[in-house]
């Protein structure tokens, strides 16, 4: 199972966990891991590209916890918000697929 937090306040986004393996297949042919790992890893690489900060973030087997800075402007902070929605979109869309593979949690920051 594919355990995804979203760190929140009450107004934006300020990071997320992607925790686990989906087991949905074997390792190199899993299409639901493989999915939610690209869309998570393609948020690390906006933030850095398109948002120009430097996330905070950790990152190996099975683990991609990102966060942003906690100086950041409220003007690239609302890119951010852009960044972390689109991702999360496309990882509410494969929970959905895949409910028994991959879940969403929101944790209050």
Known sequence: ???VHVFWDEHSIFGFSVLGHSDYSSRGSDIVCSAVSALSQTALLA????????????????????????????????????????ILLGIENIAEQYPDFVEIYNEEV
């Not at 430097?54 to 409220?74: A, F, M, S, W």
């Open 1 to 3: 199972m594919i355990e």
């Open 47 to 86: 933030l850095n590209e398109v948002a120009g900060i430097t996330p905070i973030y950790t990152k190996k087997d099975g683990l991609l916890e990102c966060r942003v800075p906690q100086d950041i402007v409220q003007k690239t902070l609302l890119t951010c918000q852009v960044i972390f929605k689109t």
